[in-house]
C-alpha cells in the first residue's frame, strides 16, 4: 500500500496546479494504464493495478474540482472585479489581522448565492471574505449578507476573494455548531482565572483556538519543536479517545458499545476543534493511531496508506499542506522507526521510558527535511523539550475540556479543572520558554534541504545502533546537551575576514575590511548603539570611507554610533543624499566612479545620475520603491571574492541594473531591501551567487525575510545567512575559498 499512497500523495500535489485538462488526461491515461493491466498480466500486477486505480481516482476528483471552480460563474464575475451581494455560510473561524492600522479580520466562507447585475445564481463555491468588525460573531456554519468587490482568488480551490464593504447581521448555525462553540466559550472561561500566556495556552491545546496566543510565544514554541502542540493533531484525539474508552470500559461498553462510543468522540472532536483540513487530517491519524494499536505496526503502516488516499481524494490541496506533509511524516515515523528504536532501549531501560524517548525521536528525525525546508532551521531541543512537555500535555487537554463542558452548567465550577489545566500549561510554557533560550536552540540549515534526505536515514541508524549501548547512548546524549547548553565559541573577528553584516536590528550595515583596523562601511543601520558594538567588536578604529547606500532611517540613524572614537576620512552618498554636514568630505557617486582602498576595489554600478534625478528622488521622497530604487549599489572585489552589495533596490533597479551591465556576476550578494518578497529572479541568475547575507531585524514588523525571497535563494542554490538568527555574519577567504562564520 506504499507505492499507492505516495503516488496518490504526489500526483494530487502537482494536478491541484496543473489544472483541470491535465487532471482529465492523467484520468484517462491511468484507466488505459489499469485495462492494459487487466488485459495482459491480470493476476501478478496487483500492486501497479491498485496504483494505477488510485492515480486514475486522485487525477478523476483534481479534475472535477478545478473544473468546477475554473467554470464557475463566481469565477468570472471576480475576474471582471464586479461589485457583488453574495450570501456567504462561514467554512473556518476568522483570523485577526491589521489593515492600515485598522483590525479586521479574514474568513473562508462558502458562497451561497451571487447577485451582481445581470447576474443571480445559487452556487456552492469557496472564497474568503476580508472585512471589518468583531471576530466572534464569525462562527463555523454561520450565515450572513455582504456586499463586496470580487477579486481573482490566490488559490486555485477558491472561485473568489471577496473585499466585504458592506456586512449584514449574522444568522445563527446549525444546533451543532452553535453547541459546539459554547462549549469552546466554556473553555476560554474556565481559564479566566489563570495567567495571561496559560488562558491563551489552554484552548489552543483543547481545540486549537490560538488567536490569543501572543507572539513570544509562538516564536518561543517554534525555537523549542513545540509548535505542534499548538495546533491540533492525531494526539489530541489520541487523549480524548483514551479517556473516553476507559470510561465506557469502566460503564460496562462491550467492543461493538465501544466502537460507536469512539466514533462518536471522533465526530464530536471534530465539531469542537472545527472540520479544517488540520482536524480532519488529525481525526485520520488518530484512527491510524488506533489501527495500530490493535493490528501492530504493519496494520497501522497499511492504515496510514489509505488514510492518506483518502483524504487526498477528498481534499487533494492538502497534499500541499504543510501541517499534511508534517503529520503523515511524523505518524510513519512513529509507527516505523520508534518500535524499532524502543526495543533496542528496553534491553538496559524500563519499557515506558523507552517508549516515551523513542516516539519524540523518530517524529523529530523524519520531520527534520520538512522542517528545514520550511523554516531554514533545525532544532536541537525539540526531543528534549518534548519529554519534558509531554506529561502535562495530557492533563492540560483534558481538563481544559472537563472545563469547558462544566462551563455549560456553572462557569464557578468549571474553573477548578480550568485551575489544573492552567498549571499544566505553565508547565509547558516555562519548558517551551527555557528550550528556546538555550545558546544553540536551533542552528541554520543553508544547504539544499533534500542532502538531509540522505542525512537523517544515516542519523536514525546510528541511533539505532547506538540505543543498544546504555555507555554510547547515555554519553553521546550527554555530550548534545553541553554542546546545546554552552556552545563551543569561535574568535571574534575570524581570521581572514573580508566583509561583516552587522546585527543592527531591522536595517542594514556592512563593514568591508581595508586592513590594520580600517575599514569601509556600507550604511550605519538605524540604531547607534549597536553599529557601534559591532565596529568594537572588529576592532575598527578609523573608517577609510563611509557610503550611505539611500536616505532611509533604517540605514542613516545610526551614523552617530559609526564615528563614534573613530575617524571618518570620507563621505559616499546617492541621489537621495544622507548625512554629512560634520566637516568630512563629501562626495555625490555616479555610475563607474570606483576607489581602491587597500584590499578593496570597488565600483558604483547604481543609480543612474541623470540631470535633475537627485531633485526628483527627494521630492517624491514618500514614495519608499523611489528611494529604494536609487540605492547605491556596489560591486566589489576583495582578496579574488567578488560581492554584491545591494542596498534596498526593488524589481524595476534590478532590471535596469540587468539591461545596462553585461556581467553582474557575484560570489556574495547582499539580499536587497531585508529579504522582502519584491525580488527579480532573472537579477539573481545573472549575479550567480552562491552566498547570501540577509540584514533584518528579530520579529520585525515588515515580515522580512519573506518566504517568497527564502524560496527564491532556495531555489537558485544560494546559501544563506540572516542576522536575526545568526547575529553578525562575516564572509571569510581563507586559502583560496569562501567560507562563512556567524557570531551565533
Known amino acids: ?199 491563551a495556552l489552554v484552548p489552543a491545546l483543547v481545540d486549537g483556538d490560538v488567536g490569543r496566543v501572543n507572539d513570544d510565544v509562538e516564536e518561543d514554541f517554534r525555537r523549542s519543536g513545540l509548535t505542534h502542540l499548538m495546533a491540533v493533531s492525531g494526539t489530541n484525539l489520541t487523549i480524548v479517545l483514551a479517556v473516553v474508552m476507559l470510561l465506557g470500559r469502566s460503564a460496562g461498553l462491550r467492543r461493538r458499545g465501544l466502537w460507536a462510543l469512539g466514533a462518536l468522540s471522533i465526530v464530536a472532536f471534530v465539531l469542537l476543534a472545527r472540520p479544517d483540513p488540520s482536524v480532519v487530517r488529525a481525526a485520520a491519524m488518530g484512527a491510524v493511531g488506533i489501527a495500530a494499536l490493535g493490528c501492530g505496526a504493519r496494520g497501522g503502516v497499511r492504515a496510514l496508506a489509505w488514510a492518506i488516499i483518502g483524504l487526498v481524494f477528498v481534499d487533494p490541496w492538502l497534499a500541499r499542506s504543510v501541517g499534511f506533509i508534517l503529520s503523515v511524516t511524523a505518524t510513519g515515523g512513529i509507527l516505523v522507526l520508534a518500535p524499532v528504536l524502543a526495543r533496542r532501549l528496553t534491553r538496559w531501560m524500563p519499557r515506558w521510558c523507552a517508549l516515551a524517548i523513542a516516539v519524540p525521536v523518530a517524529a523529530q528525525l523524519v520531520c527534520t527535511p520538512v522542517i528545514a525546508a520550511i523554516s531554514g532551521q533545525i532544532s536541537l531541543v525539540a526531543v528534549l523539550a518534548n519529554l519534558l512537555a509531554a506529561p502535562a500535555v495530557a492533563p492540560a487537554t483534558i481538563a481544559g475540556l472537563l472545563g469547558g463542558c462544566v462551563a455549560l ?54 541511533t539505532i545502533v547506538v540505543a543498544s549501548r546504555p555507555v554510547w547512548f547515555v554519553g553521546l546524549s550527554l555530550g548534545l546537551l553541553v554542546a546545546v547548553w554552552r556552545p563551543p565559541s569561535v574568535g571574534w573577528p575570524p581570521p581572514g575576514w573580508i566583509m561583516v553584516a552587522c546585527d543592527v536590528g531591522q536595517g542594514d550595515a556592512a563593514v568591508l575590511a581595508a586592513g590594520d583596523g580600517t575599514a569601509i562601511v556600507i550604511d550605519a543601520g538605524p540604531d547607534p548603539a549597536a553599529v557601534d558594538r559591532c565596529l568594537d567588536r572588529l576592532h575598527i578604529r578609523r573608517v577609510r570611507l563611509m557610503v550611505f547606500t539611500h536616505a532611509h532611517a533604517d540605514h542613516v540613524d545610526g551614523w552617530s554610533g559609526v564615528k563614534d572614537g573613530r575617524r571618518v576620512d570620507q563621505i559616499a552618498v546617492g541621489t537621495t543624499g544622507g548625512p554629512g554636514d560634520d566637516g568630512i568630505p ?53 582578496r579574488g571574492v567578488r560581492l554584491l552589495l545591494t542596498g534596498d533596490i526593488e524589481p524595476d533597479a534590478q532590471a535596469a541594473i540587468l539591461r545596462r551591465h553585461a556581467d553582474l556576476a557575484a560570489d556574495v550578494i547582499k539580499m536587497p531591501h531585508h529579504g522582502s518578497a519584491r525580488q527579480s529572479r532573472a537579477f539573481f541568475d545573472a549575479v550567480g551567487a552562491r552566498i547570501g547575507t540577509i540584514s533584518a531585524g528579530k520579529d520585525n514588523d515588515y515580515g522580512h525575510p519573506a518566504a517568497a525571497a527564502l524560496t527564491l535563494l532556495r531555489e537558485e542554490g544560494i546559501q544563506w545567512w540572516r542576522t536575526d538568527t545568526d547575529g553578525d555574519i562575516a564572509i571569510v577567504e581563507r586559502d583560496g575559498r569562501t567560507h562563512v562564520v556567524s557570531r551565533h
Open 1 to 199: 500500500m506504499v507505492l499507492p499512497a505516495a503516488v496518490a500523495w504526489g500526483s494530487a500535489a502537482w494536478l491541484v496546479t496543473a489544472g483541470s485538462s491535465v487532471s482529465l488526461g492523467v484520468a484517462l491515461c491511468a484507466l488505459g494504464a489499469i485495462g492494459g493491466l487487466f488485459r495482459w498480466a491480470p493476476g501478478s500486477a496487483l500492486p501497479l493495478t491498485l496504483t494505477a486505480v488510485c492515480l486514475a481516482a486522485i487525477a478523476a476528483s483534481c479534475a472535477w474540482r478545478l473544473t468546477m471552480v475554473e467554470h464557475s460563474p463566481l469565477t468570472r464575475l471576480a475576474h471582471e472585479r464586479r461589485l457583488a451581494t453574495l450570501d456567504l455560510e462561514i467554512r473556518r473561524d476568522a483570523r485577526a489581522f491589521t489593515q492600515h492600522g485598522e483590525a479586521a479580520v479574514v474568513v473562508e466562507v462558502l458562497v451561497r448565492r451571487v447577485v451582481s447585475r445581470d447576474v443571480d445564481v445559487r452556487i456552492r463555491d469557496r472564497a474568503t471574505a476580508f472585512l471589518d468588525g468583531p471576530e466572534r460573531a464569525l462562527v463555523v456554519g454561520r450565515r450572513l449578507v455582504v456586499t463586496g468587490r470580487l477579486a481573482p482568488a490566490d488559490s486555485s480551490d477558491e472561485a473568489a476573494e471577496i473585499d466585504v464593504v458592506h456586512r449584514g447581521s449574522t444568522d445563527r448555525a446549525a444546533w451543532w455548531w452553535e453547541a459546539s462553540e459554547r462549549v469552546r466559550d466554556g473553555v476560554r472561561q474556565s481559564v479566566s482565572g489563570v495567567g495571561a500566556e496559560p488562558r
Open 409 to 462: 452548567v456553572s462557569v464557578p465550577v468549571s474553573q477548578a479543572p480550568g485551575l489544573v489545566a492552567g498549571a499544566c500549561a505553565s508547565w509547558i510554557l516555562t519548558v517551551g520558554h527555557r528550550a528556546a533560550g538555550v545558546e544553540a536552540a536551533t542552528v541554520p540549515w543553508h544547504a539544499p534541504w533534500p542532502w538531509l534526505l540522505a542525512v537523517v536515514p544515516a542519523v536514525a541508524v546510528a
Open 586 to 638: 563629501r562626495h555625490v557617486v555616479a555610475p563607474g566612479d570606483s576607489f581602491t582602498i587597500g584590499e578593496v576595489a570597488a565600483q558604483v554600478i547604481w543609480p543612474e545620475r541623470t540631470p535633475g534625478a537627485e531633485q526628483t528622488v527627494r521630492t517624491r521622497a514618500r514614495d519608499g520603491s523611489i528611494v529604494n530604487d536609487a540605492s547605491v549599489v556596489l560591486a566589489v572585489r576583495v
